[in-house]
T-cell receptor, first 117, second 117 residues
C-alpha cells in the first residue's frame, strides 16, 4: 500500500525568500514520486519527478526536490519565491515495478502557497 | 501535441439532468484516468482505462456515474441523473509507461467545472 502526507496545508512566504514544501510517503516497493502544481482554474502541471535515478531532482521554474529513502521524504524547495509561484502543490506517489499498482497514483492533500510582496 | 483536451470547460445544469463530460487523451497514451476535485475531498480517482478497457472503477461514487472509452482517442464520463453534490471539477489525465515497470507521469487536461443547481 502507498500513501503520501503533505505536512503543511498552507505556506506563506515573502517574494525572494526560500520555499520549502514537505512531503512524506510510504510505499511497499520502489516508488515513483512527483510534484505537481495547480494554478487557479487550471489543470495540474508536472514540476518534477523521481523514478530511481538521481536522488536530487531538478524541475521547471527553479524547483528541485530530494528523495531521501531513509526519511521517506521528498521535499520540494526553491531558493527564491516569485509571485507567480502562488498556487497549490501536490505530492504524488506511485509504486514502481508492480503492475498491480499501476494506475494507482496517490495524491497528497495539497499545500497552498501564498507569496507576499 | 495539443495535450489532453476536455470539454466542456464549464457546465451549469439543474438537478436531475444528464451531464456528459468528454476527454481526448494525448495520442499514443494507453492509460486514461478520470479524477474529481472538490474542496472537501481533494482529488479522487474515479476510474481508469488501459487500452480502452476499464481497469478500476472502484472510485465511481454510485450507479449514476458511468464512463466509456469507445476508442483510443475519446472517453466520456456521464452522470445521470445529476445532483447538487456532484458539483466539482472533473479532470481527465493520460499517460504511458516509459519502459517496462516504470511509471510515467500523468498529463492532465484543464478540467470541466460542473455546477448542479
Amino acid at each position: 500500500a502507498q500513501s503520501v502526507t503533505q505536512l503543511d496545508s498552507h505556506v506563506s512566504v515573502s517574494e525572494g525568500t526560500p520555499v520549502l514544501l514537505r512531503c512524506n510517503y510510504s510505499s511497499s516497493y520502489s516508488p515513483s514520486l512527483f510534484w505537481y502544481v495547480q494554478h487557479p482554474n487550471k489543470g495540474l502541471q508536472l514540476l518534477l519527478k523521481y523514478t530511481s535515478a538521481a536522488t536530487l531532482v531538478k524541475g521547471i521554474n527553479g524547483f528541485e526536490a530530494e528523495f531521501k529513502k531513509s526519511e521517506t521524504s521528498f521535499h520540494l524547495t526553491k531558493p527564491s519565491a516569485h509571485m507567480s509561484d502562488a498556487a497549490e502543490y501536490f505530492c504524488v506517489v506511485s509504486d514502481l515495478m508492480t503492475t498491480d499498482s499501476w494506475g494507482k497514483f496517490q495524491f497528497g492533500a495539497g499545500t497552498q502557497v501564498v507569496v507576499t510582496p | 501535441d495539443a495535450g489532453v483536451i476536455q470539454s466542456p470547460r464549464h457546465e451549469v445544469t439543474e438537478m436531475g439532468q444528464e451531464v456528459t463530460l468528454r476527454c481526448k487523451p494525448i495520442s499514443g497514451h494507453d492509460y486514461l484516468f478520470w479524477y474529481r476535485q472538490t474542496m472537501m475531498r481533494g482529488l479522487e480517482l474515479l476510474i481508469y482505462f488501459n487500452n480502452n478497457v476499464p481497469i478500476d472503477d472502484s472510485g465511481m461514487p454510485e450507479d449514476r456515474f458511468s464512463a466509456k472509452m469507445p476508442n483510443a482517442s475519446f472517453s466520456t464520463l456521464k452522470i445521470q441523473p445529476s445532483e447538487p453534490r456532484d458539483s466539482a471539477v472533473y479532470f481527465c489525465a493520460s499517460n504511458s509507461p516509459t519502459g517496462t515497470g516504470v511509471t510515467g507521469e500523468l498529463f492532465f487536461g484543464e478540467g470541466s467545472r460542473l455546477t448542479v443547481l
